[in-house]
């Protein structure tokens, strides 16, 4: 796990330290983004995904007009072996990922509380360790502070 979190780090640290270092982190622009974007499929790759190391990819929400576009993605590129991480403020039909949605929402917290993150990075350890090929997606409803909060965890 040390291994991950220095390759993490490494991926991370030079697109976010200047939104970091704000006093209030807006999203993250689109410049930033585009640095990791993942390597094209016969699929078209969805806007706004960040490949933050090679089984962990944080996607936008998935909202009605993107559903179809990241889940055709995701199957393309992983087949069944991606797990979506919900940490928004909102639940949505699993559908359209094979039902391979995990939900935790926190209704009024921008961030995720301590406890939660605890228990989101085991059972993210646990999806991973099961087998070499397991992909974590994670996704919040607007700006990109859970998911990061994870990735560094």
């Known amino acids: 796990m040390k291994g991950m979190f220095s390759k993490i780090m490494n991926r991370i640290t030079p697109i976010f330290a200047p939104v970091i270092a704000e006093e209030h982190p807006p999203a993250v622009p689109e410049s930033r983004m585009s640095l990791f974007v993942s ?6 790759t969805p806007e706004g995904i960040i490949e933050v190391d090679d089984r ?4 936008p929400f998935p909202s009605p007009d993107k559903q179809d576009s990241l889940a055709d ?3 393309e590129r992983f ?15 699993p ?9 935790y ?9 301590l406890e939660a993150a605890f228990t989101l990075c085991k059972e ?13 997606v994670v996704h919040c ?12 965890n």
């Open 39 to 44: 390597e094209p499929t016969s699929v078209d």
């Open 56 to 59: 962990f990819l944080i996607i």
């Open 105 to 113: 929402t926190f209704p009024g917290h921008p961030c995720l509380p």
């Open 79 to 93: 087949g069944s072996n991606y797990l979506v991480f919900n940490v928004s403020e909102h639940t949505y039909d």
């Open 141 to 152: 409803q607007s700006t990109k502070a859970p998911p990061l909060v994870l990735s560094i």
């Open 124 to 136: 993210m350890d646990s999806w991973l360790q099961s087998d070499p090929k397991h992909v974590i």
């Open 95 to 103: 559908k359209p990922f094979a039902n391979q949605v995990v939900d």
């Open 73 to 75: 993605y995701l199957a």
